[in-house]
């Protein structure tokens, strides 16, 4: 079966979380977006892990929220900050565990390290290594996915306290590693630069803060499951296999992710790599060094051109959540209800988003009914469209070329249909 996930996910329990990130949100909202399968988020956190306890019931290796048809597996991002050789380093990595029965002997190991309950997002001052081995000592089987590698902060090859090498931050742990997440500023073509990835599956999920859909899978992972299971999950990423494997990613255009190109926010100075370069890394307006972004990080540490293509790695998708299509429309923001309304109206007629922008959806519908809709798809599609990257913390745009005297109002486009 055809399984669009997000398995990284928050609860209102993490700092800078919505208050309205819990179980009931996430599965309501994942309808709207097509996504079948989610993480819990934040298993640590004590109040949170009460509440999925109590709220979640085991179905065949996963778990539900009554009949609902959205699973869910237990686990969350953990945050490692340590020492080697006199550099701090800061990683955050996914842990995804089979049930709650192990999730709870992992809290109670990981209680004698750290305090869970000011954070979703636990921070331990432990060697990423040795954090590994506690939690291997648990489940052997767990899967471990380091998070947003290419972001300056708190990450497996950040600028600022990250590493060169795979290997030179897990060592021979390194064969424990299911997966790596690209993060929004980066996308799988950008990570297939490195050799030292190509054992390792690539994944995209949204990193989300809330549980509204243009937040929820605006990247996500679409795998071909034979049950939605921890253990198919685990083949998919570690052995996979014609049941159970990746099909492909949805992702974010990079440019758009908050650390792409270099700089500094406050001082609105944004490079390219070759800018950077030219600058010498040296923001002109306050004489400091700039934010060393994704996309120079990345032209540092790999090993093989920009185009280059391995024909073995699943396909991805680069678009735009359709809240975000709908508000560049009418010119507005993703929350004013005329966007929530319209969006409604397409999945009402159409299906699940993901769905929708993965290009499943009748064109000639689409392009009868919602025609500005269709218009912008076909635009992303082809890339008629401008890019602002993102940096140093601010989200990149993706600005939509739709044509002024092609533009049509919505509402005369659709009035036949409701």
């Given amino acids: 079966m055809r399984v669009f ?5 928050h609860s209102k329990y993490s700092r800078g979380c919505s208050k309205n990130l819990d ?15 989610l993480i819990t988020g934040d298993f640590t956190h004590p109040l949170w892990f009460k509440e999925i306890k109590k709220k979640l019931k085991e179905d065949g290796g996963a778990y539900k929220i009554g009949k609902e048809e959205v699973y869910f597996l237990v686990g969350g991002e953990i ?42 997002r636990p921070t331990f001052g432990l060697d990423i290594i040795d954090l590994l081995k506690i939690i291997l000592d648990v489940y052997d089987k767990t899967i471990i996915i380091p998070a947003h590698i290419w972001t300056p902060h ?52 949204s990193d989300s803060h809330s549980p509204y859909t243009y937040r929820i899978g605006r990247e996500a992972t679409l795998f071909e499951l ?19 494997k990746i099909l492909m990613t949805i992702e974010f255009f990079p440019e758009e992710g908050k650390y792409h190109f270099d700089g500094h926010r406050f001082c609105k100075v944004r490079f390219s790599p070759e800018e950077s370069k030219k600058n010498n890394y040296i923001c002109p307006v306050c004489q400091k060094k700039v934010t060393i972004g994704v996309l120079s990080r990345v032209e540092k540490l790999a090993k093989r051109p920009q185009d280059f293509v391995d024909p073995k790695r699943p396909p991805f998708k680069k678009t735009v959540p359709l809240a975000e299509i709908l508000a560049q429309i009418y010119k507005t923001g993703v929350n004013l209800k005329i966007v929530e309304e319209t969006y409604l109206k397409i999945i009402k007629n159409f299906g699940p988003e993901l769905e929708i922008l993965s290009g499943n959806y009748e064109k000639e519908k689409m392009k009868e009914s919602f025609y500005d809709v269709y218009l912008a798809l076909e635009k992303i599609e082809k890339g008629e469209i401008i890019l ?4 140093d913390g601010e989200y990149g745009k993706v600005i939509i070329k739709l044509d002024e005297e092609k533009e049509k109002t919505l509402f005369k486009k659709t009035k036949t249909l409701f």
């Fill in 388 to 391: 602002e990257p993102g940096y």
């Fill in 23 to 37: 179980l009931e949100n996430l599965v309501n909202f994942s309808k709207l977006k097509g996504l079948t399968l």
């Fill in 154 to 205: 708190f990450s497996l090859y950040g600028s600022n306290s990250g590493f060169d090498s795979i290997y030179e931050a897990f060592n021979d742990y390194v064969k424990y590693i299911s997966a790596v997440e690209t993060g929004l500023s980066s996308d799988p073509n950008m990570n297939w630069r490195l050799p030292e990835l190509d054992n390792i599956s690539i994944v995209s999920f």
């Fill in 5 to 9: 996930a997000d398995l990284h996910l």
């Fill in 226 to 244: 034979e049950k939605i299971s921890f253990e198919n999950l685990h083949k998919a990423l570690n052995s996979p296999d014609e049941k159970n």
């Fill in 79 to 120: 945050s490692s900050i340590f020492s080697r050789k006199n550099k701090v380093y800061k990683i955050h990595f996914l842990v995804i565990l089979p049930d709650l029965e192990t999730a709870e002997k992992l809290n109670k190991k990981l209680a004698l390290y750290g305090k869970f309950e000011s954070d979703g």
